[in-house]
C-alpha cells in the first residue's frame, strides 16, 4: 500500500436521522470511541473524517405532528402507551450514561426531511458536524421545532450560516436530490435502521456501539493500512 492511502483521513460515513434518540447516542459513542482510539494510537493515530447521509424514519410524519411521543410510538409500533412509556424511560436512561439530557415532555415529534436538507446546505458550508449537533440538541433536549423553516434558519444562524441564504436553499429544495440520493444509497447498502456507520468503505456497523467497539475497529483499520497484524 502507498504511503498516502496509508496516511489517507479514515472515513467514517454516517447514517442518520434527526428524530433518532439511539442516533445521538451513537454519535456521543463515537465520538468516545474515537477520543479512545487517538489515545491508545497516540502518534500513531489516523486523521478521521466523519460525514452524514439521510436517512428519515418516518417519511409520513406531518410537520406539525399532533400528540406527544407516547403517542406517536404507540401508533407507530402498535403498542400500549405504557410500554411506550417504558421505552421513553429507558432511552432517556441510556441518553443520559452518555451525558445527554433527553426531555421528551418538550420535544416536539415532526417531519425531518427539511432538516436533512439543511445538512446537506451546512456539509456545502464546512459546518456539517456543527449543525448535527446543534439539530440533534434542539430536538432532544430543548425541545425546538425542527421541521419548520423558519426554525431550522433559526439554528442554523446560531451556528454561523446566513440565515436569509438557508431560508432561500429550503424554500428551493436546493439539497432534496442530495437527500434522496442518500436514502437511495442506504437502500443499495441494505440499510433498514439507525444509525448505521460505514468505516472506510469496508466495515458497517449498525447501532449504537459501546464506545470500545468503535476504538478497536479504527485501530484495526489502521492496522490495516500499514500492513501490521492487529
Not at 433536549?141 to 446560531?158: K, S, W
Amino acid at each position: 500500500m502507498s504511503d498516502s492511502l496509508a496516511a489517507a483521513p479514515l472515513k467514517i460515513d454516517i447514517w442518520s436521522d434527526i428524530a433518532c434518540p439511539w442516533c445521538y447516542i451513537g454519535k456521543r459513542k463515537l465520538e468516545n470511541g474515537i477520543a479512545a482510539y487517538r489515545e491508545a494510537a497516540s502518534g500513531d493515530a489516523l486523521d478521521i473524517e466523519v460525514e452524514y447521509h439521510s436517512f428519515e424514519l418516518s417519511p409520513d410524519t406531518p410537520v406539525d405532528f399532533e400528540g406527544g411521543m407516547v403517542d406517536y410510538l404507540a401508533k407507530h409500533k402498535g403498542i400500549s402507551p405504557e410500554q411506550a412509556a417504558g421505552m421513553i424511560d429507558r432511552v432517556i436512561g441510556i441518553a443520559s450514561d452518555v451525558g445527554l439530557d433527553y426531555d421528551y415532555d418538550a420535544l416536539q415529534h415532526t417531519n425531518t426531511v427539511k432538516a436533512h436538507q439543511l445538512l446537506h446546505y451546512a456539509k456545502a458550508h464546512g459546518v456539517q458536524l456543527e449543525a448535527k449537533e446543534r439539530l440533534l440538541k434542539a430536538y432532544f433536549v430543548e425541545g425546538r421545532h425542527v421541521g419548520r423553516v423558519d426554525d431550522l434558519a433559526d439554528l442554523a444562524a446560531e451556528i454561523g450560516l446566513d440565515r436569509d441564504d438557508v431560508l432561500r436553499s429550503l424554500g428551493a429544495d436546493e439539497y432534496l436530490s442530495a437527500v434522496r440520493a442518500d436514502q437511495a444509497q442506504a437502500v443499495e447498502y441494505g440499510i433498514q435502521g439507525v444509525p448505521f456507520f460505514v468505516f472506510d468503505e469496508k466495515y458497517g456497523v449498525s447501532g449504537a456501539q459501546e464506545a470500545a467497539v468503535f476504538a478497536e475497529l479504527l485501530g484495526q483499520l489502521t492496522a490495516e493500512r500499514s500492513g501490521v497484524p492487529a
